[in-house]
């Protein structure tokens, strides 16, 4: 089963994204997206949403639990 990580890295790489400029899309550090990806940090509800309105999708998919 995918994590939350793998998902947003997915989301990115597919869409020829860099971490630089998805951290400057949302306003915060390229470290934090990182972290995220490596799942050593897990985004707030806010951060949640903003990300899945970023990508297009819902926030289930993001959490794994759909597919």
């Known amino acids: 089963m ?4 793998q998902r947003i890295k997915e989301l990115r790489e597919e869409r020829g994204i860099t971490q630089q ?8 550090d390229k470290s934090t ?3 995220y990806e ?17 990508f297009q ?4 998919y993001l959490l794994g639990l759909e597919y």
């Open 21 to 28: 400029k998805l951290a400057k899309d949302l306003n915060i």
């Open 33 to 35: 997206i990182a972290k």
């Open 38 to 54: 490596t799942n050593a940090i897990s985004p707030s509800c806010q951060m949640l949403i903003i990300l899945a309105k970023y």
């Open 2 to 5: 995918e994590n939350f990580g």
């Open 57 to 60: 999708v819902s926030t289930d």
